[in-house]
């Protein structure tokens, strides 16, 4: 049993002994509780129902209303009460797309608060906006083009906000009924490394723990992850986690404020007086994850920290492991990593001492070119001391969208088939067999292959839900311009976006899109510990003709494909959910979920439990890792991208409350600022041989020699030819600064 939160306040743990941390840096959480009042004081009786009885649409936590199955008590962050407007506001008279030349240089998150789309509209080349049509007329139109064109020349992208198991389930069977393989999804360009790396090492693509097992474990480590602002509803798990004697640490590039300490809202000790988290910060590099893991590992071999009899019993190539890190220099490591090795001693006797630990990680591990290796580099150092398939460890692939989870799993990838299962001739045709029509046996494209294809005029329809290539790829001027050129664009969604305003080459269709509260019969999410939620329909008032996504894909493929009408149509969500219990095996028991609070959670608490490793030979397996070579020309700085006050690419505000610093922002360490002669605020241009970008400098505890600045204002910056072995921009650069 893992220890439990003591009762007793605990003053150590305090932030600040001043109350409610009057005078600190940190976001006021009652302002925005007030704020998404004042918002939805049109829509209250069902804003309130929204958050009291729907599951949440934020990040990847999956609440059930305001409850989880972790802790008792209220669930309420600022991230979904920033989300809530877009599921009550009003829809925008269709006139104001009549001409759009006045809308094209206003930003997404001004396109957004017009309000949310209301009817089928159509613009075609050479037209100053949008018409409205019907629905029968534009999927008409969608469908003839299709029919026109080879299924090759045809994508579809699938975001990740507020999406739903069943959406991704119905569209990726649409598109494969059409023949096409070319569909991707927001999950590959944030985890598929992490899924990649744990299936290559474990035998299991997932999450392997629970939230619980945070609280009480002896270590719990973030490794380029900050849940403070990107899942913030976590901080209250971190602080009955230090109530309950776990030690928690941070490694990453920036000394995050947010992961140091918060004032958590719903817990009177913490809201009066703060709550320190991370006990120790150790900083690195950006891209210096595998050299600074490599060195820990390296002294807990050299120290005997290991865990013997699981690595002999359950493990493979450790051997091999080990060799590979006597041949690795310490010098080597630490001019990689950035960390002296004094500090790879101290992270690694806290490893080599625990008895249990957790470790996390997201987009600051996954999003490199190196991306899978980062992934196996963490799960070298769990397997050293047997920290998975148990009580209070495991290794966490933490994800910031509610929907993301499962959209790997319903086989919404180019890359891959339901149940995560590879695209190959046999699984082919298993799917073939269980659908009743042919279902493609080739890999098909990911998103970035999509708009290199349209760049090159390879592409004649993309088909976009939600989303926008705009601002979550590399060079964003090489993406609008392949944009320009793709014949048909359609774009289904909730609200505007920058991207449907892109000229179009022929023509563009915007489809206005339910909410996930709006779908007739309630639908599902895959939270990230593996957790599948019933989230019912919500009683509310209806926008204009929007439509859930899944029926529209499924008509369209109808229209396509009219000889398989009768393989195509699912009497409504239920049914759905039938037919997913039987194609996806993890899944068995979602078709059992129909009311709100129903939810289960595949695989159990812990996956590899007792140290069953569903690999072929049944045993974990250690990587040889090199650390990634990488030499930094005098004069310029390793940049990271990050996320400031906004949800994956929808910024918020213009200053980041946990930080203080604006978008503009460029972080930067005190030394590197004053050898450079800059101060706090100095005007500055951040410069490659890519683009350039107008920043402020903002002095930051950051590693030195390393800057990060916002995303996606600094994708200007990012190479798109860069990206690891699952395709996975890799969202970091090396630039130079000048002074302005």
């Known amino acids: 049993m893992l220890p439990k939160p003591k009762r007793n306040w605990t003053p150590q743990h305090w932030a600040s002994w001043k109350p409610f941390g009057i005078g600190e840096q940190y976001p006021n959480n009652y302002w925005e509780v007030f704020r998404a009042i004042w918002l939805s004081r049109d829509q209250l009786p069902y804003a309130w129902n929204i958050l009291d009885k729907g599951v949440c649409d934020g990040c990847a936590l999956g609440t059930t209303g305001m409850k989880d199955w972790t802790l008792d008590g209220i669930h309420l962050c600022n991230v979904r009460l920033r989300l809530l407007r877009m599921n009550t506001m009003p829809a925008f008279d269709p006139m104001l797309l009549e001409d759009v030349s006045q809308l094209q240089n206003q930003k997404s998150v001004q ?393 179009p080459a022929d023509t563009v269709v915007l489809l206005p899109a339910t909410t996930r509260y709006e779908i007739p019969g309630g639908v599902t999410e895959t939270n990230t510990e593996r957790r599948v939620i019933f989230s019912p329909e919500i009683p509310g008032p209806r926008i204009g003709e929007a439509r859930p996504e899944w029926e529209v894909f499924l008509e369209l493929a109808r229209r396509v494909k009219p000889d398989l009408t009768d393989k195509l149509v699912f009497a409504d969500t239920s049914a759905m959910r039938q037919e997913i219990a039987q194609v996806v095996p993890q899944y068995a028991g979602i078709q059992h979920l129909q009311q709100a609070g129903d939810q289960f959670q595949y695989g159990g608490s812990h996956l590899c439990f007792g140290w069953n490793f569903p690999t072929p030979d049944g045993k974990a397996h250690f990587g040889v890792l090199l650390p990634r070579q990488r030499e930094l020309p005098e004069g310029c700085f390793f940049v990271a991208t990050r996320r400031g006050k906004q949800f994956n690419s929808m910024v918020q505000e213009p200053r980041d409350a946990i930080t203080g610093a604006v978008r503009e922002a460029v972080l930067m360490n005190a030394a590197d600022a004053a050898k450079l002669g800059l101060k706090d605020g100095d005007r500055v241009i951040l410069k490659n041989e890519l683009g350039e970008l107008p920043c402020l400098v903002y002095i930051a505890p950051i590693q030195s020699g390393n800057l990060q600045i916002h995303w996606p204002e600094g994708n200007v910056l990012l190479d798109k030819s860069k990206r690891s072995l699952e395709g996975v921009p890799d969202y970091n650069a090396i630039a130079w600064l000048e002074k302005i």
């Open 111 to 503: 396109l957004r608060d017009l309000g949310r789309l209301p009817y089928p509209m159509i613009r075609q080349r050479n037209e100053k906006g949008f018409r409205r049509v019907s629905w029968d007329e534009a999927l008409e139109i969608i469908a003839t083009r299709i029919r026109a064109t080879t299924p090759d020349r045809l994508s579809f992208y699938v975001t990740s906000r507020g999406t739903v198991n069943e959406t991704y389930y119905a569209t990726q069977k649409a598109v494969r009924a059409m023949g096409s393989n070319n569909i991707d999804n927001a999950a590959r360009i944030c985890h598929s490394p992490s899924t990649a790396g744990l299936k290559a090492a474990l035998g299991a693509a997932a999450t392997t723990c629970s939230y619980k097992d945070w609280i009480g474990t002896d270590l719990l480590v973030f490794i380029g992850s900050n849940v403070a602002n990107n899942q913030p509803v976590t901080v209250k798990y971190l602080h009955y986690a230090k109530k309950a004697g776990t030690k928690i640490v941070v490694i990453n590039t920036y000394r995050e404020p947010g992961m140091e300490r918060y004032w958590v809202p719903s817990i009177i000790e913490s809201a009066l007086f703060g709550t320190k988290f991370a006990e120790d910060f150790f900083l690195i590099n950006m891209g210096g994850d595998i050299a600074f893991l490599n060195g820990t590992i390296k002294h807990i071999i050299a120290n005997n920290w290991v865990d013997e009899s699981f690595i002999n019993l359950h493990t493979v190539g450790f051997a091999q492991l080990k060799a590979s890190l006597e041949s690795q220099s310490w010098e080597e490591l630490e001019r990689l990593s950035g960390a002296s090795r004094e500090e790879m001693y101290a992270f690694a006797k806290m490893v080599g001492e625990a008895n249990k630990a957790v470790f996390v990680w997201s987009m600051g591990i996954t999003q490199h070119e190196c991306g899978e290796d980062n992934v196996r580099s963490i799960i070298n150092l769990a397997l050293t001391k047997g920290f998975v398939g148990r009580e209070g460890c495991g290794l966490m692939p933490i994800r910031g969208h509610s929907g993301v989870q499962g959209g790997a799993e319903m086989g919404c990838y180019a890359t891959v088939f339901p149940g995560g299962k590879a695209i190959t001739p046999e699984n082919a045709a298993q799917l073939s067999q269980r659908w009743g029509f042919e279902v493609p046996a080739t890999k098909g494209l990911i998103a970035p292959e999509m708009i290199n294809a349209a760049h090159h005029g390879q592409l004649d329809v993309l088909f976009s839900v939600g989303g926008n290539f705009l601002e979550v790829l590399p060079e964003p001027d090489y993406v609008e311009s392949a944009l320009k050129q793709i014949p048909l664009r359609v774009h289904m969604d909730i609200v505007l976006s920058s991207q449907m305003l892109v000229e």
